[in-house]
């Protein structure tokens, strides 16, 4: 039975994203930049990330409170070994209505069709540019954006559709790449999300300078490919939509920055050592790796996650000024 639960803003539970790994093999500029997650970076050790059964009974608890969507992300969780057999584990809960994963896309050609037997529905791709200069500077680990696009094709060839393709936009670095991803995706099916630019973390060295608009992004767009507002798809939907007027698809863009959506979020994250996190841009998270090993109940764990999401207040890109000096969790650990 599902028992429904609500946040001091009077937001449900709904989104639940897992972080299965807090490794990656790039060593993005924007989440984990080189200077911080060197060699010589102290990752997880894997005793103590949760296990896939640990994973799936708070998924189970989780779905029980309301949850009906589930990302599975990283760090690049297509490192973590095995994962398709998470994927089948959680695509048997009962009450899940939506399971996904957000990747990098360097793995994707030789596990899409792994996860989707899985039982794997969708996937997201980050992908910043389609220049390969740009690219490869964005990811640091010279990795080239054609085994991107082969992985795309290779999710779409086994049918983990509609591809969403997250492009986030920095300023001086990719924002010129904006209208030749559009020409590139449009007509072929995928969906484009434009994000812009957050201060997720400390150590990527955000500055609101560098923050390109979403209005500013539709406007470029829509200047070469017009583009028309569409509805939301659902209540709480964070990606913006727009459709081209031709007919050739639609792109969405995520304004966290310029325009929070702070009074809809309905997500919770949940790190790869077992932390709750009730916002992005928290700075501390709640244990649940402890209840687990130490043999609660489900029931005991769900009281738990029942206060701490009643008395959540979290809504800080309402709140962010120019002159904010995060000291949040980094996006590496808890995914996007």
């Not at 708070?58 to 994927?87: M, N, Q, S, Y």
């Not at 060839?157 to 393709?165: F, N, Q, R, S």
């Not at 992005?280 to 009281?303: P, T």
Request: net charge neutral; charged share 25%.
């Amino acid at each position: 039975m599902t028992t429904s639960i609500t946040d001091t803003l009077h937001r449900p539970l709904r989104d639940l994203r897992i972080s299965v790994t807090d490794r990656c093999n790039f060593r993005c500029v924007y989440c984990m930049p080189k200077e911080v997650f060197g060699r010589d970076f102290q990752f997880l050790p894997p005793g103590m990330l949760l296990t896939f059964e640990e994973i799936t009974r708070l998924a189970r608890i989780f779905v029980a409170l309301g949850v009906e969507k589930v990302r599975i992300t990283g760090g690049e969780p297509l490192v973590r070994r095995d994962v398709e057999k998470l994927i089948a584990m959680l695509s048997a809960l009962d009450g899940l209505h939506d399971l996904t994963l957000t990747t990098n896309g360097s793995l994707l050609a030789r596990k899409a069709a792994a996860l989707k037997d899985a039982g794997l529905r969708r996937v997201t791709v980050s992908l910043d540019s389609l220049d390969d200069a740009v690219f490869k500077a964005m990811n640091d680990v010279d990795f080239p954006v054609a085994r991107v696009l082969e992985g795309i094709e290779a999710a779409s060839a086994v049918g983990l559709d509609p591809i969403k393709i997250n492009v986030v936009v920095k300023r001086g670095v990719n924002d010129h790449c904006l209208v030749d991803m559009a020409r590139y995706f449009h007509g072929k099916g995928h969906i484009l999300r434009f994000i812009e630019y957050m201060d997720v973390g400390a150590t990527n060295g955000w500055r609101l300078d560098d923050v390109v608009p979403a209005a500013e992004i539709i406007q470029k767009i829509s200047a070469e490919l017009p583009l028309e507002a569409v509805d939301p798809n659902y209540s709480g939907e964070v990606a913006r939509r727009y459709r081209y007027t031709d007919g050739g698809g639609e792109i969405g863009v995520i304004a966290s920055v310029t325009q929070p959506f702070c009074g809809a979020c309905t997500r919770a994250r949940l790190s790869s050592e077992g932390k709750l996190y009730t916002c992005l841009f928290a700075s501390h998270g709640h244990d649940l790796r402890a209840l687990l090993r130490e043999d609660k109940s489900d029931e005991e764990i769900a009281a738990v996650l029942g206060t701490v999401w009643n008395n959540r207040r979290d809504r800080y890109s309402e709140l962010r000024t120019k002159n904010t000096k995060p000291q949040h969790v980094e996006m590496s650990y808890i995914g996007g």
